[in-house]
């Protein structure tokens, strides 16, 4: 029984998607017709669910990432939601968004009835939902490898600017070969990388960096 259970866990662990591992693939009907994983390479990909479509959390989620749709593009990013709907709901909820709040939703909705999408990003959770999507953001590179990943409660509304700044500091460090501090923005200094011998520990203070201790140091960029 136990050695069953074990097997079980192990699988599930398997299954959920992994930072720095290639992103789940998938190939699924939405809005703007069928879309793959492949269609985005060479992009980053901003790929997060909702509970539910004429839910009034969920459309105020889609109107800020709307409204804030050119700034990721500026970034070389593009914006995919997904929810377990059918793609008529979808496109009847973009209607009455645009009827009703005067925002046009420009990006594609998946439709993911199957939840095969959804299941394989990790989107269901049991203990919020069996049927529904949580409020999950995956940020996946021009690669396909997913870099980064949000949860959060059916209940509360997400930070779009939280992905903008996210999307920012991910850029910057892959440009940079660095780490960002809490809250990071554009044109604040950066985290230089800890030294990794003594020796290099040792010469840190003299290289010229905003030192405060051999494992903490800044830069501008």
């Not at 599930?12 to 492949?38: E, H, I, M, W, Y």
């Not at 919020?128 to 209940?155: C, H, K, N, Q, W």
Request: charged letters at 20%.
């Amino acid at each position: 029984m136990n050695n069953h259970m074990n097997v079980q866990v192990q699988e599930s662990v398997v299954q959920f998607p992994q930072l720095n591992r290639p992103a789940p693939d998938f190939d699924a009907l939405t809005t703007d017709g069928q879309k793959t994983l492949a269609d985005y390479k060479g992009k980053w990909l901003v790929l997060f669910s909702h509970p539910a479509d004429f839910t009034p959390v969920c459309t105020t989620e889609f109107m800020a990432f709307a409204n804030k749709a050119g700034e990721f593009r500026a970034k070389g990013a593009e914006l995919l939601g997904l929810s377990i709907d059918s793609v008529h709901s979808h496109i009847a909820w973009m209607r009455n968004i645009k009827e009703n709040f005067g925002v046009e939703i420009t990006f594609p909705i998946i439709a993911d009835l199957s939840m095969q999408v959804a299941k394989s990003y990790g989107m269901v959770q049991p203990g919020a939902s069996d049927t529904s999507a949580v409020r999950a953001t995956f940020i996946i590179d021009p690669e396909g490898v997913l870099r980064a990943m949000v949860y959060y409660p059916m209940s509360n509304g997400r930070s779009v600017d939280e992905f903008l700044r996210l999307l920012d500091a991910l850029q910057t460090s892959d440009a940079n070969s660095c780490a960002t501090p809490e809250n990071w923005r554009v044109g604040e200094p950066v985290i230089v990388p800890p030294p990794k011998t003594a020796a290099a520990a040792d010469a840190r203070k003299a290289e010229g960096y905003e030192y405060t201790d051999w494992y903490f140091s800044k830069k501008t960029l």
